[in-house]
């Protein structure tokens, strides 16, 4: 766990559904769903985590989601790294972003609607949104530097 005045490292990676928009469905990302009680806000974010002491953030990557989803990933391929500098919950934080481009290797991934995981002891939703969701303002993706690899 991270204290306070610390930054974290993350592994976040980026899932677009190619298929759904050269089919012309538009183009979706995979993302979490959250929410600051503080603001009274929703939020999305991809998928990831932290990165452990001694562990590569590629391997961080690939082991977060296996652990929260179980799945494996494919045409993992590094973007750069975002700083995200926030306030959630009331409380300041600070994150270093090692941000991947990837997909999913078992294309069932693709087919679903929503998907619910636990991270710790709280139940969170994964789900497909269509990116124009994101750009037009109607939803909130975080953090804003997202925008530049959609």
Not at 133 to 149: A, H, I, M, N
Request: charge should be negative; charged fraction near 25%; glycine fraction near 10%.
């Amino acid at each position: 766990m991270y204290g306070v005045n610390q930054i974290r490292v993350l592994a976040l990676g980026l899932i677009q559904d190619r298929q759904a928009a050269a089919a012309g469905k538009g183009d979706r990302i995979f993302v979490s769903e959250g929410y600051d009680p503080v603001k009274q806000k929703t939020f999305y974010r991809a998928l990831g985590g932290g990165v452990d002491f001694g562990e590569t953030s590629l391997i961080a990557l690939q082991r977060e989601f296996q652990e929260e989803i179980q799945a494996e990933l494919a045409n993992i391929r590094y973007l750069g790294c975002l700083e995200n500098i926030f306030v959630f919950n009331g409380q300041s934080g600070h994150e270093l972003i090692q941000l991947y481009k990837c997909d999913f290797a078992d294309p069932k991934f693709y087919e679903l609607d929503e998907l619910m995981f636990a991270e710790g002891d709280r139940q969170k939703k994964a789900l497909w949104i269509e990116s124009d969701r994101f750009k037009s303002g109607e939803l909130t993706l975080v953090p804003e530097q997202f925008f530049d690899y959609l």
